[in-house]
C-alpha cells in the first residue's frame, strides 16, 4: 500500500508539473547527478543554486523517504534542510522525527532537532535533544530510550550521551539511569545493547541476590565471540559473605558435523563459612565437557565409508557437590545427584552390523574417595542386525559384548557376554494369530586380574564360564474395530518362557552359592547372570480413539505367573490407565499388587488439566518394598508433587508448585509467584523453598534447606535480570 501511494505521489506531481505556470511552478523534480536527490513540494522557487520548496516538501534520496512543511536544498554545498514537522523513513527499518534536519548528500551527513527514531522490528524509541549522523553511524546528545508507549512510558532509560552503529546493530549509552515511571532505580556509567540477534563480544546482563548468610551476590557474565565457530562465556561471581568464584563456558562448533562445549569453574570459600557449616572443602572445582559428531571416522581418518559413524562425549568431573550449587544463584533448576556419570560413545553403524565401544565413569559426590566404585572402561559391542530364512519365517540375530570392570582398589574384571536368539514364527487363522518360538543361546565368560584393595592385600577369584540356553513361546493378536463415534483396538498376547540347561564353570559354580548367604560380599558385584525360571506373562492392551483420531483411553493389563520354586507363584499384577476424560483433563494410573501381601507394591496417580488459561497438575507416588522395619532403607516411599499456573489476562500470571515427601513428613520444595507482562516490561515476584545436598567435613552426606525471594525484571526488547534474595538455610542432616 505504502508503494501505491509512493506512485500516485510521483505521479500527480510530475502532473502538476507539466500544467504549472512557467512563473511558479507547483512542483518540480531535481536531480544531482551524483546522488539523485528529488524534491516535490507544492511550490518550488528556485533562484541560482539555492532551491526554496514550501509546503507538503517530499523528498526522495536513495532509500530514504523525508517528509517536512518547508525545505532549501543548495545544490552547490549539497545542504538540504527541512524545517517544520520533519519526517524520515529508511527502508522498513528506521522512523527519524524532529522540527529541524539538515542533510549533506555528498558529506552522508543528517542532522535532526530534536531527534526521535524509531527501531520499526523492536519497536525500541531513542528520543533525545540532538542527532547527528554520518552514513551508519549515529551520535546523540542527552535523551531517553524506551520500548513502551512514548507518551507515557512504563520504563525509560535516560543518558547524557549515547551513540549507535546502524551496520552493526549496537547502541551504546553513557550516565545511564533506569526509571520505573519516573522514579530512579538504577544507574549505569554504561549499557549497550544489540537491536539483533548477532553473536558479539560485550558484557552480558548481571545477576544480583542477597542472602543473610552468603552476604550480597553478584555475577557479571563476560561474552567473548571472535569467530563464529566459537565463543567464550567467563561468568565470575561475588558473595561476599562467602567467597569468590567464576564459571566459564567455551562453546564451539568444529565442523558442519560436530559440536561442543567445555565449562570450568572455580570457587573458594572464605573461612569462616566453612567451619560454620563444616563443609568438607574449602575450593570447589571442576569441568564438564560435551561433544556430538555425527560422522567422526569419514572426517578423523580421511575415510569414505558409506555407514553411519558417531562419537558422543559428556563428560564431568568435579571435587563436591558444592561445585553444581554454586553454578547459578538459583539452586532449584539444578541437578544435584550424588551420583554422576560420566560417558563417551562411539559407534560405526552399517544395514547388517553395529560396533560399538562405551566408556562410563561413576562420580559417587557423597564420599571423600571413589577409588572402590567399579567402572566400565571400556565396553566394547557387536551386533549383526536381524536376518531372515525359509521365507521370512527363521530370524536370528548376534550380540557380543565385553566390558573391563575397573577400579583402584578391589578387584578388577573383564566379563563378555554373547546372545544369540533363534526365532521361527509364522500367523494361523487368517493372520488373525502370531505365533512365534525362540530359542535363546547366551554365554558368559569372566577372568579377574590381581589387584591389592586398601588394606593391601589381595583375593584371588577365579575365572569362570557360564552357558545357558531357554525357550520363549510368544502368541499374540491384534483386532480392530470401528464404530461410528470411536475405533476400538485391542491387543493379547501371551509369552511362555521355559527353562533349558545350565552349564557352569569356575567362578560361576563358587560365586552363587556365596552370594545366597552373604549378598553384600565383594563378589557379588561381578555375578549378573539370573535364573530363568518356568514363567507364563499375559498381556491384554486397549486402545480407544475419537472420530478425530485422537486416542482419548489407553488401558494395559500385565501379569507374569512363574514356578520358581516348583509351585505357581503370581507375579504383580500392573494396570495401567491413561484416560483422557474431557477435552481438558486427564487422569494416569499405573498400579502394582502383590498377591502373597494382598497389598499395593506400587501405584502412580497423576490428574492434570490443562487449557488456554489454566495449568493444574497432582501426582501420588506410593511404593511398599515390604523390608524389615529393622532395615536401614525406609520400607515406604510416598511422595506428592503438584503444580498450578494460572493467567488471569493478558498480562498476569500466577503459577505455584508444591512437593512433599509423605513419609519423611517434609517439604522437598516449593515455589509460588506471579508474572506481570506487558508489551514493553515484565516483572515477576516469586518465593522458592529447596533442599539441596551438601558434602560435610566428617564425610556426612547432609542437605541444606534454601529460601529464596526472586524479583525479575524484563524490560524489552533490550532484556532483564533476576534479583534474589536468600533467607538463611538450615542443615537438615543425612
Given amino acids: 500500500m505504502p508503494k501505491i501511494w509512493l506512485f500516485l505521489l510521483l505521479f500527480s506531481s510530475s502532473l502538476f508539473a507539466a500544467i504549472a505556470d512557467t512563473n511558479t511552478t507547483d512542483s518540480v523534480a531535481l536531480e544531482d547527478d551524483a546522488n539523485k536527490v528529488e524534491i516535490y513540494a507544492t511550490h518550488v522557487d528556485s533562484e541560482n543554486e539555492i532551491v526554496n520548496a514550501r509546503d507538503d516538501v517530499v523528498v526522495l534520496y536513495k532509500d530514504y523517504y523525508l517528509s517536512a512543511k518547508d525545505a532549501i536544498y543548495d545544490k552547490k554545498s549539497g545542504n538540504l534542510e527541512l524545517f517544520g514537522n520533519v519526517r524520515a523513513v529508511q527502508g522498513d527499518k528506521y522512523q527519524l522525527l524532529g522540527d529541524y534536519a539538515r542533510l549533506n548528500i555528498s558529506k552522508k551527513e543528517r542532522e535532526f532537532k530534536p531527534f526521535y527514531m524509531l527501531e520499526q522490528k523492536s519497536q525500541l524509541w531513542v528520543s533525545a535533544d540532538k542527532g547527528n549522523i554520518q552514513d551508519k553511524f549515529y551520535d546523540v546528545t542527552t535523551g531517553m530510550v524506551s520500548g513502551c508507549d512514548p507518551n507515557k512510558p512504563l520504563w525509560k532509560i535516560k543518558f547524557s550521551s549515547s551513540n549507535y552503529n546502524g551496520q552493526d546493530k549496537w547502541m551504546n549509552l553513557y550516565n545511564a539511569r533506569l526509571f520505573i515511571y519516573d522514579i530512579p532505580i538504577f544507574y549505569m556509567p554504561y549499557f549497550g545493547y544489540s537491536l539483533d540477534t548477532k553473536r558479539r563480544s560485550g558484557l552480558l546482563i548481571p ?111 568435579m571435587n563436591d557437590v558444592d561445585y553444581i550449587n554454586l553454578e547459578k544463584a538459583d539452586t532449584i533448576n539444578n541437578v544435584t545427584s550424588n551420583q554422576l556419570l560420566s560417558q563417551i560413545n562411539m559407534f560405526y553403524n552399517t544395514d547388517d552390523q553395529y560396533i560399538a565401544a562405551y566408556l562410563k565413569y561413576y562420580l559417587d559426590l557423597s564420599t571423600e574417595s571413589n577409588a572402590k566404585t567399579i567402572q566400565k572402561l571400556p565396553t566394547l559391542q557387536y551386533h549383526n542386525y536381524l536376518s531372515t530364512l525359509f521365507n521370512d519365517h527363521l530370524y536370528y540375530n548376534v550380540d557380543l559384548t565385553s566390558v573391563n570392570l575397573y577400579r583402584e582398589l578391589g578387584k578388577n574384571a573383564i566379563r563378555s557376554d554373547l546372545n544369540i536368539p533363534l526365532t521361527l514364527q509364522t500367523s494361523l487363522f487368517n493372520e488373525y494369530l502370531n505365533v512365534s518360538y525362540q530359542s535363546q543361546f547366551y554365554a558368559q565368560h569372566i577372568t579377574f586380574n590381581a589387584q591389592a584393595d586398601q588394606n593391601n592385600q589381595s583375593t584371588n577369584y577365579e575365572d569362570g564360564i557360564f552357558l545357558r540356553q531357554y525357550n520363549i513361546f510368544d502368541l499374540n493378536t491384534n483386532l480392530t474395530k470401528a464404530y461410528d463415534d470411536f475405533t476400538h483396538t485391542m491387543v493379547f498376547g501371551a509369552s511362555y518362557t521355559k527353562a533349558g540347561s545350565d552349564t557352569n564353570y569356575g567362578f560361576y559354580e563358587s560365586a552363587p552359592k556365596l552370594c545366597q548367604t552373604n549378598p553384600t560380599a565383594d563378589i557379588c558385584q561381578f555375578y549378573t547372570v539370573n535364573n530363568i525360571v518356568e514363567t507364563t506373562a499375559l498381556n491384554f492392551s486397549q486402545y480407544l480413539f475419537d472420530k478425530d483420531g485422537d486416542q482419548f483411553i489407553y488401558h494395559r493389563l500385565s501379569q507374569q505367573i512363574s514356578s520358581a520354586t516348583g509351585k505357581r507363584e503370581l507375579g504383580d499384577l500392573e494396570n495401567e490407565l491413561d484416560y483422557k476424560v474431557i477435552k481438558n483433563v486427564r487422569y494416569y494410573n499405573d498400579t502394582f499388587y502383590n498377591y502373597d501381601r494382598q497389598l499395593i507394591a506400587k501405584t502412580l496417580n497423576s490428574l492434570s488439566y490443562q487449557d488456554e488459561n489454566i495449568g493444574a497438575h497432582i501426582s501420588y507416588l506410593y511404593k511398599d518394598t515390604f523390608l524389615d522395619p529393622t532395615a536401614a532403607a525406609p520400607r515406604f516411599t510416598k511422595y506428592v508433587t503438584s503444580g498450578f499456573s494460572y493467567r488471569y489476562n493478558e498480562h498476569y500470571r500466577y503459577f505455584a508448585n508444591y512437593n512433599y515427601d509423605v513419609e519423611a513428613a517434609k517439604k522437598k520444595s516449593s515455589e509460588v509467584g506471579f508474572l506481570y507482562s506487558k508489551r514493553c516490561w515484565d516483572f515477576g515476584l516469586r518465593y522458592v523453598e ?17 529460601r529464596y525471594i526472586f524479583f525479575t525484571i524484563t524490560l524489552k526488547p533490550i532484556g532483564g535480570s533476576e534479583i534474589n534474595y536468600r533467607i538463611p538455610s538450615t542443615i537438615q542432616g543425612p
Avoid at 563444616?278 to 572426517?299: I, R
Avoid at 529447596?690 to 534454601?706: C, E, F, G, V, Y
Fill in 207 to 317: 545477576a544480583f541476590g542477597v542472602s543473610s548468610d552468603e552476604g550480597f551476590y553478584y555475577e557479571q557474565p563476560i561474552y567473548i565471540a571472535v569467530d563464529n565457530w566459537w565463543d567464550l562465556e567467563l561468568r565470575p561471581q561475588l558473595r561476599s559473605s562467602r567467597g569468590v568464584g567464576s564459571y566459564e563456558t567455551f562453546r564451539f562448533a568444529d565442523s558442519k558435523v560436530s559440536k561442543g562445549s567445555l565449562s570450568t569453574g572455580y570457587f573458594q570459600e572464605g573461612q569462616s563459612y566453612v567451619n560454620y557449616n563444616d563443609l568438607a572443602h574449602k575450593t570447589h572445582y571442576g569441568f564438564h565437557f560435551k561433544y556430538d559428531n555425527s560422522d567422526f571416522l569419514n572426517q578423523w581418518f580421511g575415510l569414505d565409508l558409506s555407514g553411519q559413524s558417531g562419537i558422543y562425549a559428556d563428560v564431568s568431573w
Fill in 690 to 706: 529447596n533442599i539441596r545436598p551438601i558434602l560435610q567435613a566428617n564425610n556426612q552426606a547432609s542437605s541444606l534447606d534454601d
